[in-house]
C-alpha cells in the first residue's frame, strides 16, 4: 500500500476527508490554530513540525466556512524576532480577514476566515484583449463609482458598482479595455494616519494576499461575511468579464501593513520575521536595522523561498481562482532584489511568474523602480517575459515638458527649452528605453496617474496644494512639470479655460496616438480636480472621486477621449507590436517618415532646436494580416500661428483631417498633399491618408 501524501499548501486545505491547516515558519518553536466555529467555544489545534523543514501542520476536523480563526506563535527571543505567544496572528494565506474590535496601542485587531470559495462563472472566461489593443483605465475601486447618481446609493464606490451597467456603459463608450484597479488585497490604515483621524484611501499598506478588502463590498455583503464579499468580487470580474473588460489588480508584494520598528504585529513579523523582511548587514544584528527600499518601513525579503513563494502563490490564486486577468506590481524592483538586497533582471521571482503554467495568459506590467539605492530600472524587466510592460515615467515627463513646461516658457521668454526629437522618441514607442527586441508594447504610456495631478490639476497648477494631508505640503513630487495657464486653480476666465482645454487634448492626443499600451486615469476624461492635492491617498471621497455629473467641459473632454480611441482602434499604425529595423520589412512594426514643417523631410537641426517645434509623422503599417494602413500625426507645439505644408508621399492623393485639439476643425474635405495646413497654437492632429 502507498500512503497518500499530505496536502501541505498553506493555509487551509478543505479539499481532503479531513480539513488540515498549514503554516511556513523557519524560527517557530511552538505553532498553535485557534478556530471559533458558530456558537461554540475556541478550538486550539497545536501543529506540528515535519522535520528538517519550516512547515507546520496539522488535520482540523468539523472546521466550516465562516468560522474565525488565528494563530499563536512562539519562538526564540532576539533582536529580529517578534515572538509572542499570547497575540492572535493572521494567517498569510488566509482568503478571509475580518476586523475583531480595537487595541488601544496597535488599532483595529483583525482575525482570518475561512470562506466557501465554490461560484458558478456561468461558463463566462476570460476575454482576449491583444495588447496592441488595450487601453487602460486605472481606477480606486471607491473613488471610480461613489458619486455615481446612477447607481442605488448602498452600491456607490463598491466591487458591484463598478460592475454597475452604467459604470460598464461608461467604459465602453471611452474605449477602455481593461480595468486595473487600485489594491484591493485587504489593506489597514497606517498608524500616524489614525492617530490623526485619517484614512489610507488608495490601498498600498496590504494586511494579507489572499483576501479582498472588505469594506470595498456593499453593506449587505459586508454584514453577510467574507464568503460573501468573496463572492461580490468575483462577481465583479464575472460580469466585467462578459462585458470585454479585463480586470488588472494593482499589487504591493514589496511590504506590508506591520511598518517599521514599532509597527503593528498582525501577520508575518510575529510568525517568522527575522526570516521574511529584509535587514541590513549590522554586527550584531539590531532590532532597528530594517533595510527598506518602499519607504514603508520594511521591505519582504523575495530571496528567502517562503516569501516568494506566497508572492507567486497569491498570483496564481487571484488568477485561477478569482479569474483576474494581470497584475500592476507596485515598486517592483523591490521584488527582483536578491539575498545581498541588489537588483537582479533575472531573479528567480521573475522567472517563476513567467514560467509559471497557471500565469502564462496574465498581463504583467511592473512599476520598474522602489526607493532604495540604485532603484530606478525603467527598461530593466525584459527577462519577466515578453507579456510584461512596464509604467514610462519618462514618456510622461517628456510629454507634460513638451506640452506645458515649454509652452510655459515660450510664454516667459519667447523661447521653449527644448526641441521636437524627445516627444518623436515617446510617440513611436521609446525604443531607446526598452530596445529593439523587446517592442513599443513593453510601454504602458501614462501622462497622469493615481499618485500626482489629475490632469485638470496638471493643467490648472504650478504647485502641489496637500495641505488636507496634515504634512504641511511636505509630502507629493515638486517635480510636477504643470502649467496653471496663468491663474492657479479653478477659474471662470474662459481664456484660460479655454487654454487649459486645448493643453488637455493635446496630452491624452498624445497618449493614446502614441505607440505602446496607453493608460488612462479615471475621471481625467471627466476633467476630475483634487484642487492641486497631488497626494490624495488619505483625502475623503467628496474630494476625490469621478465626476459624473452633466458638465460641459467633462462631456466634451470625454467625447475626445472616446474619439481619439476610436480612432486608435481603427488604425493598425498607431499600434505596432514591434520596431522596425531599417532597410527591412518587419510585419508588425510601423515604417515611419519623418517631415518638417515644410512638408520636406526632417533636417538633424529640426529634431532637437527649441525654435524647432513642429513635426509631421507619417506612419504606415506593416501588418501580418489584414490590409495596409497609413496615418499622418501633426505636432505644433507652439504658442504661435505656422503655416505647415502637408507632405508629398508615395501613393498619396490627399489627407483627410479625422481628429483635432483645435475646435471647430474642417474634418470633411480631402486636402490634397502639398497644401498648407495652419496651425493656430499649440497642437496634435490626425489625418487619414488617401
Keep these: 500500500m502507498h500512503e497518500t501524501a499530505i496536502d501541505h499548501t498553506p493555509g487551509f486545505s478543505l479539499g481532503g476527508t479531513v480539513p488540515r491547516f498549514t503554516l511556513r ?21 497545536p501543529l506540528d513540525r515535519v522535520a528538517g523543514t519550516d512547515v507546520w501542520t496539522a488535520e482540523v476536523p468539523g472546521v466550516a466556512p465562516g468560522d474565525r480563526y488565528h494563530l499563536l506563535v512562539d519562538g526564540p527571543s532576539g533582536p529580529r524576532h517578534e515572538f509572542d505567544p499570547g497575540r ?11 476586523p475583531t474590535g480595537s487595541d488601544e496601542h496597535d488599532g483595529p485587531r483583525w482575525t482570518s476566515v475561512v470562506v466557501d470559495e465554490e461560484f458558478d462563472w456561468g461558463g463566462v472566461t476570460k476575454p482576449q484583449v491583444p495588447r496592441d489593443r488595450a487601453v487602460v483605465y486605472e481606477a480606486n475601486v471607491r473613488t471610480l463609482t461613489a458619486a455615481n447618481p446612477h447607481l442605488p446609493e448602498h452600491l456607490r464606490g463598491t466591487y458591484a458598482g463598478v460592475a454597475h451597467e452604467s459604470t460598464i456603459a461608461h467604459l465602453h463608450r471611452i474605449g477602455v479595455t481593461t480595468l486595473e484597479l487600485l489594491p484591493v488585497h485587504a489593506f489597514d490604515t497606517e498608524r500616524w494616519l489614525r492617530d490623526a483621524g485619517r484614512e489610507n484611501a488608495w490601498g498600498y499598506n496590504t494586511l494579507g494576499f489572499f483576501a479582498p478588502h472588505a469594506a470595498h463590498a456593499s453593506v449587505p455583503a459586508q454584514h453577510e461575511g467574507a464568503g460573501a464579499v468573496l463572492r461580490e468580487f468575483k462577481g465583479m470580474v464575472r460580469l466585467l468579464h462578459e462585458a470585454g473588460i479585463q480586470v488588472v489588480l494593482d499589487v504591493v508584494y514589496n511590504h506590508t501593513a506591520e ?30 536595522a530594517y533595510f527598506d527600499t518602499t519607504g514603508c518601513g520594511n521591505t519582504l525579503d523575495t530571496s528567502v523561498e517562503a516569501t516568494a513563494d506566497l508572492v507567486v502563490d497569491s498570483l496564481v490564486y487571484w488568477a485561477r481562482e478569482v479569474q483576474v486577468d494581470g497584475f500592476r506590481f507596485d515598486l517592483m524592483a523591490a521584488l527582483a532584489r536578491d539575498g545581498e538586497h541588489r537588483f537582479d533582471p533575472s531573479h528567480p521571482v521573475l522567472e517563476r511568474i513567467r514560467n509559471h503554467p497557471d500565469l502564462q495568459d496574465t498581463l504583467v506590467i511592473a512599476e520598474p523602480w522602489d526607493v532604495g539605492p540604485d532603484g530606478w530600472k525603467t527598461g530593466a524587466f525584459g527577462a519577466a517575459g515578453p507579456r510584461t510592460s512596464e509604467w514610462n515615467d519618462g514618456f510622461r515627463n517628456t510629454v507634460r515638458q513638451f506640452w506645458l513646461t515649454d509652452i510655459a516658457e515660450e510664454r516667459r521668454t519667447g523661447l521653449p527649452q527644448t526641441g521636437i526629437g524627445a516627444l518623436a522618441g515617446a510617440l513611436t514607442g521609446s525604443r531607446h528605453v526598452f530596445g529593439a527586441d523587446r517592442g513599443p508594447l513593453a510601454s504602458v504610456n501614462f501622462v497622469t496617474a493615481h499618485d500626482g495631478f489629475t490632469l485638470l490639476d496638471l493643467v490648472s497648477y504650478d504647485g502641489k496644494h496637500n495641505e488636507a494631508n496634515g504634512e504641511d505640503n511636505r509630502d507629493g513630487s515638486n517635480d510636477n512639470r504643470s502649467f496653471n495657464h496663468g491663474i492657479e486653480g479653478d477659474t471662470a476666465d474662459r481664456g484660460v479655460r479655454a487654454a487649459r482645454g486645448r493643453s488637455m487634448r493635446n496630452l491624452v492626443a498624445t497618449l493614446v496616438l502614441s505607440a505602446g499600451v496607453p493608460m488612462l486615469t479615471a475621471g481625467d476624461e471627466r476633467s476630475r480636480t483634487q484642487h492641486g492635492n497631488n497626494n490624495a491617498y488619505v483625502v475623503s471621497d467628496d474630494l476625490t472621486p469621478v465626476d459624473w455629473s452633466d458638465d460641459e467641459d467633462a462631456e ?5 477621449v472616446a474619439a481619439l480611441t476610436r480612432l486608435r482602434a481603427a488604425h493598425p499604425a498607431l499600434r505596432p507590436t514591434r520596431f522596425g529595423v531599417d532597410g527591412q520589412e518587419t510585419p508588425g512594426a510601423s515604417r515611419m517618415s519623418w517631415y518638417g514643417p ?54 498619396v492623393t490627399g489627407y483627410r483631417l479625422a481628429w483635432s485639439s483645435e475646435k471647430h476643425r474642417d474634418h470633411e474635405r480631402l486636402r490634397p498633399a ?14 487619414e491618408v488617401a
Design 25 to 45: 515558519s523557519a524560527s517557530a518553536t511552538d505553532v498553535v490554530l485557534v478556530v471559533q466555529g458558530a456558537g461554540g467555544p475556541p478550538v486550539r489545534h
Design 674 to 687: 502639398g497644401q498648407v495646413f495652419t496651425a493656430y497654437g499649440p497642437g496634435i492632429h490626425l489625418f
Design 259 to 288: 511598518e517599521g520598528l514599532g509597527g503593528p504585529t498582525t501577520s508575518l513579523r510575529g510568525i517568522d520575521g527575522a526570516d521574511r523582511y529584509r535587514w541590513a548587514p549590522t554586527d550584531p544584528p539590531r532590532r532597528d
Design 598 to 651: 515644410d512638408g520636406h523631410p526632417m533636417t538633424v537641426e529640426g529634431w532637437d532646436q527649441p525654435v524647432h517645434r513642429a513635426l509631421q509623422y507619417f506612419v504606415a503599417s506593416t501588418p501580418e494580416d489584414g490590409p495596409s494602413d497609413r496615418v499622418l500625426v501633426v505636432v505644433h507645439g507652439s504658442g504661435r500661428t505656422r503655416d505647415l505644408t502637408l507632405p508629398v508621399h508615395e501613393d
Design 556 to 560: 466634451a473632454m470625454t467625447e475626445a
Design 88 to 98: 492572535p496572528l493572521l494567517d498569510p494565506y488566509a482568503r478571509g480577514i475580518a
